[in-house]
């Protein structure tokens, strides 16, 4: 099945136009009948554990986890084995997988960009845990990421799938969403799912904390990270932790439907420099922040391996959150998850540099 997918924010069509933003309207709903535990004003403040009901776990079908190694993915595998569901994963490799994991879930071998491979997973699949592999060498950003979807498109219309929650980005319906490289795709991506008619959460993201993990080296060694964006730009951040809690809600419950949007903000709004001082302080070492250009960003990741168009993709994304890609959603404490950028140091950043 060949989908025509147009990029948002060109033009209008259909699809676009039925996914449109939401506010999380029926996660509220759920609260209000108390069978999900929210914290004071933040989406999600335990272990979904706790904010799972055991029942909506049991009666969920068959959950299942794409990218299960991954950074966000396996931790969306842990809560689901938590949740007690059902779950099957797809995996390159299946010996990736953390042995506690391995006999309590379905295991189907490959990519889930081949048909094959998602042809067998989304058989009886209630849900689907969609994340989108970066893919640094692709020919094309569209091709890394609408192109990778495509099999799973038609295989969640052959099955019936009820429900994706897709890992996708902030931007959409800005100035700056027709030409934010890996954005654009990823919201293309979403486009593309929602035309199946299934019913979609795609998670809208800033840059996550956990991309300075990346610059370790520099941060240990030299003091230093980089980035184009200019230094004083508050900027929300997110760490994947609080993204697979998210998600891993949104997989067991059986409640929305429809398609929209639900931001993943982090708690803050920080600059670079609001981040150089907080890594200094928990590091106790200084860390300083050094804005590099667009094109050093560019030529540096041809050096390390990636292809041209990748490149351009992530320098077009950049230059698009330097002119306000990721203010345009309000803060609000629905959107508001709870992990702080000094959390986060202490817990992830400073047992890597030190
Ligand atoms: N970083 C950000 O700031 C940011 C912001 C917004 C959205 N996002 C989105 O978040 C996603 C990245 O999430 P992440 O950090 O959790 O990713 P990650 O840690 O790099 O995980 C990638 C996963 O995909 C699997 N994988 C890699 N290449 C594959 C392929 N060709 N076929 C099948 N599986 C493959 C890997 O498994 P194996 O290698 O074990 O096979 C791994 O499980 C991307 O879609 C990105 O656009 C990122």
Redesign the pocket.
């Given at each position: 099945m060949n989908i025509e997918v147009e990029m948002p924010g060109t033009k209008q069509h259909g699809v676009t136009r039925d996914f449109e933003p939401r506010t999380i309207e029926d996660m509220d709903r759920r609260r209000a009948l108390g069978k999900i535990a929210l914290g004071a004003g933040m989406l999600m403040t335990a272990g979904a554990s706790q904010l799972v009901a055991a029942s909506d776990a049991a009666t969920a079908g068959v959950v299942v986890v794409?990218?299960?190694?991954?950074?966000?993915?396996?931790r969306v595998l842990d809560h689901m084995l938590t949740s007690g569901a059902r779950v099957r994963v797809?995996?390159?490799?299946a010996s990736?997988l953390p042995d506690r994991a391995r006999p309590h879930v379905e295991v189907v071998e490959?990519?889930?960009?081949d048909f094959s491979s998602v042809d067998g997973a989304f058989k009886g699949a209630d849900s689907v845990f969609w994340?989108?592999?970066?893919?640094p060498r692709a020919q094309s950003v569209m091709a890394a990421?609408v192109d990778?979807t495509r099999a799973a498109c038609e295989a969640i219309s052959k099955h019936g799938v009820r429900r994706v929650v897709s890992?996708?980005?902030?931007g959409r319906g800005t100035p700056m969403a027709a030409n934010a490289g890996?954005?654009t795709a990823?919201l293309a991506m979403d486009d593309l799912i929602a035309s199946t008619g299934v019913n979609l959460r795609a998670l809208?993201?800033?840059?996550?904390m956990?991309?300075l993990l990346r610059q370790s080296e520099p941060i240990k060694h030299q003091g230093v990270f980089r980035s184009p964006i200019d230094g004083d730009r508050k900027l929300p951040s997110c760490a994947?932790r609080d993204i697979a809690s998210v998600a891993a809600r949104l997989l067991i419950d059986r409640s929305w439907q429809g398609r929209g949007e639900v931001p993943v903000l982090g708690p803050e709004d920080l600059s670079f420099e609001d981040m150089a001082r907080i890594m200094s302080e928990v590091l106790g070492k200084p860390v300083r922040f050094e804005q590099v250009s667009l094109e050093a960003y560019r030529a540096g990741a041809i050096q390390r391996g990636m292809s041209e168009a990748m490149a351009q993709a992530m320098t077009d994304m950049a230059r698009a959150k330097n002119e306000g890609l990721d203010n345009a959603v309000k803060r609000t404490p629905e959107n508001s998850t709870p992990t702080t950028f000094r959390q986060w140091c202490t817990e992830e950043l400073k047992p890597a540099v030190t």
């Amino acid at each position: 099945m060949n989908i025509e997918v147009e990029m948002p924010g060109t033009k209008q069509h259909g699809v676009t136009r039925d996914f449109e933003p939401r506010t999380i309207e029926d996660m509220d709903r759920r609260r209000a009948l108390g069978k999900i535990a929210l914290g004071a004003g933040m989406l999600m403040t335990a272990g979904a554990s706790q904010l799972v009901a055991a029942s909506d776990a049991a009666t969920a079908g068959v959950v299942v986890v794409t990218a299960a190694t991954g950074n966000i993915g396996r931790r969306v595998l842990d809560h689901m084995l938590t949740s007690g569901a059902r779950v099957r994963v797809i995996v390159r490799d299946a010996s990736r997988l953390p042995d506690r994991a391995r006999p309590h879930v379905e295991v189907v071998e490959g990519s889930h960009s081949d048909f094959s491979s998602v042809d067998g997973a989304f058989k009886g699949a209630d849900s689907v845990f969609w994340l989108c592999p970066p893919d640094p060498r692709a020919q094309s950003v569209m091709a890394a990421y609408v192109d990778f979807t495509r099999a799973a498109c038609e295989a969640i219309s052959k099955h019936g799938v009820r429900r994706v929650v897709s890992i996708s980005a902030l931007g959409r319906g800005t100035p700056m969403a027709a030409n934010a490289g890996y954005v654009t795709a990823s919201l293309a991506m979403d486009d593309l799912i929602a035309s199946t008619g299934v019913n979609l959460r795609a998670l809208t993201m800033p840059s996550f904390m956990d991309n300075l993990l990346r610059q370790s080296e520099p941060i240990k060694h030299q003091g230093v990270f980089r980035s184009p964006i200019d230094g004083d730009r508050k900027l929300p951040s997110c760490a994947a932790r609080d993204i697979a809690s998210v998600a891993a809600r949104l997989l067991i419950d059986r409640s929305w439907q429809g398609r929209g949007e639900v931001p993943v903000l982090g708690p803050e709004d920080l600059s670079f420099e609001d981040m150089a001082r907080i890594m200094s302080e928990v590091l106790g070492k200084p860390v300083r922040f050094e804005q590099v250009s667009l094109e050093a960003y560019r030529a540096g990741a041809i050096q390390r391996g990636m292809s041209e168009a990748m490149a351009q993709a992530m320098t077009d994304m950049a230059r698009a959150k330097n002119e306000g890609l990721d203010n345009a959603v309000k803060r609000t404490p629905e959107n508001s998850t709870p992990t702080t950028f000094r959390q986060w140091c202490t817990e992830e950043l400073k047992p890597a540099v030190t």
